[in-house]
């Protein structure tokens, strides 16, 4: 049973752009939910969905969004952005939201320059 | 607020040697969950474990619900052991979202 998985996996943007990051989930998993990982804030929770529906966000600037197709992938995406978004961004799926265990992708490492 | 604390910060071992890391939580936590996160970034699913205790070979979890704390023991530990461990759960007090600490990050030397 294939993984999580995450494209791209590295990419460089320049402040003011914006970027588009995908994640296809294990295959039956209906949950999908974003973190950002970076050296002085941590592992933090961007948002879940599940059906469709963004269940949950956390403490993120509206320039974070996403959204979550019928076949359950999942796309972030970040507009404008800033120096301080760069990070690595990882994705998990799970059978159920907010609940279950989670299975993470290898993550996409975002530079800002 | 919420918070996941995590102990000890840095732990160096000799190959071979056992070692137990920590997490604290505090406030009630469900969907205890305990990760190794590789060198390229990957979060690897070591343990689910909610309450109870799970053995995996060398390692093994146990998580006390109701005083709120996870232990994560390492036995006869590898280099390939080294990284950063994360423990995470989800904290009703915290709008239902996974809580990360901050990692224990485990070098092992041979």
């Known amino acids: 049973k294939a993984g999580v998985t995450q494209t791209p996996r590295y990419l460089i943007k320049t402040r003011g752009q914006q970027v588009t990051l995908s994640c296809s989930p294990i295959?039956?998993?209906?949950?999908v939910s974003w973190y950002q990982q970076t050296p002085g804030q941590g592992l933090q929770f961007l948002f879940e969905?599940?059906?469709?529906?963004?269940?949950n966000k956390g403490n993120f600037p509206g320039r974070f969004s996403g959204r979550q197709f019928s076949n359950s992938r999942s796309e972030m995406n970040v507009s404008t952005l800033e120096l301080g978004d760069s990070a690595l961004y990882l994705c998990?799926?799970?059978?159920?939201?907010?609940?279950?265990?989670?299975?993470f992708g290898e993550g996409s490492r975002l530079t800002v320059l | 607020g919420i918070q996941v604390e995590q102990s000890p910060p840095d732990l160096i071992l000799q190959e071979g040697a056992n070692s137990t890391l920590r997490c604290n939580f505090s406030d009630s936590v469900n969907n205890l969950q305990w990760f190794h996160q590789n060198p390229w970034g990957q979060l690897i699913n070591l343990f689910y474990?909610?309450?109870g205790t799970k053995q995996n070979g060398r390692l093994s979890a146990t998580t006390v619900a109701t005083e709120r704390y996870s232990l994560l023991y390492i036995s006869s530990s590898q280099t390939t052991d080294s990284g950063v461990y994360f423990c995470a759960g989800v904290i009703k007090a915290a709008g239902n979202k996974l809580t990360f600490g901050g990692g224990t990050r485990v070098l092992v030397k041979p």
């Open positions: 295959s039956g998993h209906r949950s």
């Open positions: 998990a799926s799970s059978l159920r939201q907010f609940t279950g265990e989670l299975f």
């Open positions: 474990i909610p309450s």
């Open positions: 969905y599940f059906s469709e529906t963004q269940r």
